[in-house]
């Protein structure tokens, strides 16, 4: 099975930062990674599928990238709807796989 | 309006079954693989198996074998999700999620609301 480690755990930033959340894999998934954001309360929402791929609706502010074991997530000109937890979830095989997390709150 | 519609709250003892259902409605239920998702309080999320709407085939993960049955009534346009011999750390939201592709690539695009099992004795 295809561990997943995502870091930092926990992140505090201001309105209008940058920031970038790290995915690693255990194993090599090409570009088999995707990104889901989650707020309290709600069920996850696809952010970016394939490392890079914005699903419809997403604002170009969240950019994904990486290949192989390693993947970022970075989301510039932080909005408040941003602050959210961040999970990162390989498609490469089956069983399916999620990151164990990133919160995002506002410093 | 695509969407998948979960059953309500559970409360259950210890040891025994409870089962969740998931109706999707907005988009051709055949189409699309059904898999299960969930996320323990304050914890992260676990993926828990699939189910194909078509063949019926499923995969589950390595952990819950032997526990879990997923099930669909395409009539229905309904998925299921079975736990048995419910255990304390199976207190969760449960959700089923749509899995679509693009290209080779699959991706979770669609989630219900979740379902909320609590295991109390």
């Known amino acids: 099975d295809i561990q997943m480690t995502q870091s930092p755990s926990s992140l505090s930033a201001s309105l209008g930062d940058s920031v970038t959340i790290t995915c690693r894999t255990s194993q090599t998934i090409s570009t088999y990674l995707n990104w889901y954001q989650q707020k309290p309360g709600e069920a996850p929402k696809l952010l970016i599928y394939?490392?890079?791929s914005l699903q419809s609706g997403v604002p170009s502010r969240f950019r994904g990238s990486g290949s192989g074991t390693e993947f970022v997530l970075t989301i510039s000109s932080l909005h408040p709807e941003d602050f959210a937890t961040y999970y990162c979830q390989q498609s490469s095989t089956i069983p399916r796989s999620f990151g164990q997390g990133t919160m995002l709150d506002i410093k | 309006q695509e969407q998948l519609v979960q059953s309500g709250a559970e409360v259950k003892k210890p040891g025994a079954s409870v089962k969740v259902s998931c109706k999707g409605s907005g988009y051709p239920f055949n189409s699309h693989d059904i898999n299960w998702v969930r996320q323990a309080p304050g914890q992260g999320l676990e993926w828990l198996g699939w189910i194909n709407p078509i063949s019926g085939n499923t995969g589950h993960a390595q952990k819950l074998r032997g526990r879990v049955t997923l099930t669909r009534d395409t009539s229905m346009t309904t998925a299921y999700m079975e736990l048995s011999r419910l255990r304390f750390d199976d207190t969760a939201v449960y959700y089923c999620?749509?899995?679509?592709?693009?290209?080779?690539?699959?991706?979770?695009?669609?989630w219900g609301r979740g379902t909320l099992v609590t295991v109390s004795s």
């Open positions: 999620v749509r899995e679509s592709h693009w290209l080779d690539y699959w991706y979770f695009d669609l």
């Open positions: 394939a490392t890079s």
